[in-house]
Each structure stands twice: as C-alpha cells, then as structure tokens.
C-alpha cells in the first residue's frame, strides 16, 4: 500500500504549530488510546521541549481498560502525566482539567498575583489528524461541534476558546503527523482515520483479523459466534462471509463486502473494547 497518507498542504504545519506553540502555557498531546504509539509523532518530545505536557488517551470508550492502564504507566514512567478520556462522551474531561492546573500550579499561582497577566491557562491541543482534537476542544468548551481545519493556516486567526474552568484553548490545533512505515498506516487504516477509498480494504481486512486473532480472539469469536482457534485469517474472513451471507449470485465469496463488515464493525467498537498495541517490555 504505497500512498500518499495525506495531503500535501497538511505537512507543512510544523512553523504554524512551534508558532501558535508560543503563547501555550501546557500542551495537550492527543493520542488514539487504541494506538497511543502509531497516533504519536515523536518529534513532540523536541518542537515542545520546555512546555509542560499532558498525553491525553482519547477515545477510551473503544479502548481496553487494561491497556489504558498499562499506557498510563508507561507515559508516567516516562516523564508524562497522562489521562484517559472519551471527548464524546465527556469521560476524563474533568480529570484532565484538574491535572492541567496541577501541573502548572506553582506558575499559575504566579501569574494570578500579576494583575497585567491572563489568569487562565492557555492550553494548545496537538495531535495527529482525526484524533479528536476538535471534538476535545469542543468537550471542555462546552460547545457544539465545530470542525477545526486540520489545514494549517485556513483558520487564518488564532482564537482563543475559553472555559469555564480558568482554562483557555488555543483553537487552531496543532497537526503533527505519524510516523510512515508499514505498521503505522495499518494501524490507522484499521481505526478509519485514512480514507477508505486509497486503501486495498480486502487485505486490510485479512491483517485485521490477523491483529485481532493476536489481541482480541475472543472478542473477534463472541462478535461473529465462530470459532477461531487454529483458524487463518482467511478462514476467518470466510467463516464470517458465510454467516453473513456475503456470497456472490455465482456462490463465490464476496471478500469486498465482508471486508466492509469487519472493519465497519472494528470501527464502531462492535468487538467490544481493544487495544491494538502495548508498550514496550510489556506486551
Ligand atoms: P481531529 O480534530 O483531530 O481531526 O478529530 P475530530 O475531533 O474531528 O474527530 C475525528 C473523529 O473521531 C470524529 O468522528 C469524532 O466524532 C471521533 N471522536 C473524537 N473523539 C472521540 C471519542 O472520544 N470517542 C469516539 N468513539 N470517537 C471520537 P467522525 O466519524 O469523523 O465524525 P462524526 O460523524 O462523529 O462527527
């Protein structure tokens, strides 16, 4: 699968991010928790630097609780507060908020003696596209969704979205972007955040059954009521075609429609909660 993942005009951001970078207080570094290591740029830990920063695992109503507990470790163990949320449902909102202020306690306490200064914090929310940067913003802001361009310099001026929570929010996220290696736009593939028509859906959804057979096979055997012990992926797809009814007016197997069903199904959470990847040391 050799494609560009996205747009050309969507890479150039890093000036417009180190710029907006400038008036943040703390970063908010959004992570997919299904994928916290392929949703990350790595080049974070060097365009932030001094910033404070929390790694918010968003999305966790799709990801398993014991992996976000095990990423939360990791990232703690690292250096990293990091927090679990769901921005859709509102899960780990105030947690996050709580933990912005802690961080920035001695500093905020500082500023707030200063009567020229502003008292909220200024959070700047990074992550890599469709990761729910908006619909975060959106969550602590307490506001309908509205799509934030992930096209640097659409959004011409900067605004600020304030909280009621002495907490601002830059509105122009940062984008970074993911690492670009086979394994990482599977990943992402998988959880639809690259558009389906530029990807080859049958063979995704043969290396998602492989993936899920590693992580989740008996969620992948509950969803469909099949067995999968000793079964390859191709077994499986169809197995599932046959349940489905996913059979060509020839009786051959439509692989097309299956594929769509699996990762429909994979993206809706139909198989339950699942967590794609581990730390490190750990899996
Ligand atoms: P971005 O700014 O980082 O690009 O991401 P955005 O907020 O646009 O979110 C991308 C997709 O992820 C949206 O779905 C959004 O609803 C979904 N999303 C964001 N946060 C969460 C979460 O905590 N849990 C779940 N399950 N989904 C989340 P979409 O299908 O592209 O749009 P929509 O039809 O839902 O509006």
New binding site residues.
């Given amino acids: 699968m050799n494609i560009n993942w996205f747009p050309k005009h969507m890479r150039s951001s890093e000036v417009v991010l180190r710029k907006n970078l400038k008036s943040a207080d703390i970063i908010f570094e959004i992570l997919d928790a299904r994928i916290p290591r392929c949703s990350r740029d790595e080049r974070i830990d060097l365009i932030t630097k001094e910033k404070p920063r929390i790694v918010v695992l968003?999305?966790c109503?799709?990801s398993d609780d014991a992996g976000d507990r095990k990423w939360v470790a990791y990232f703690e163990k690292n250096g990293a507060k990091a927090v679990t949320?769901?921005?859709?449902?509102g899960n780990g909102i105030k947690k996050l908020i709580k933990s912005a202020h802690g961080a920035l306690s001695g500093k905020t306490s500082k500023l707030h003696n200063m009567k020229d200064r502003k008292k909220a914090i200024m959070a700047m929310v990074v992550?890599i596209?469709?990761?729910?940067?908006?619909?975060l913003i959106n969550a602590i802001a307490g506001k309908k969704?509205t799509?934030?361009a992930?096209k640097p310099g659409v959004t011409k001026v900067k605004q600020r979205v304030t909280t009621r929570n002495q907490l601002e929010l830059l509105d122009t996220?940062g984008i970074l972007w993911p690492k670009e290696d086979e394994e990482t736009f599977e990943s992402l593939a998988f959880i639809g955040a690259i558009k389906d028509e530029v990807l080859d859906l049958e063979t995704l959804s043969l290396s998602l059954m492989k993936k899920l057979i590693d992580f989740a096979p008996a969620n992948l055997a509950r969803r469909y009521q099949i067995h999968v012990h000793e079964q390859s992926p191709l077994e499986i797809l169809e197995c599932i075609a046959m349940k489905r009814g996913c059979i060509r007016k020839n009786k051959n197997i439509d692989y097309m429609r299956v594929s769509r069903i699996v990762l429909g199904d994979f993206r809706k959470g139909k198989f339950g909660k699942i967590t794609l990847e581990m730390p490190e040391n750990d899996a």
């Fill in positions: 968003n999305k109503d799709l949320v769901s921005a859709v449902h992550g596209p469709n990761v729910g940067k908006s619909t969704k799509k934030i992930n996220p």
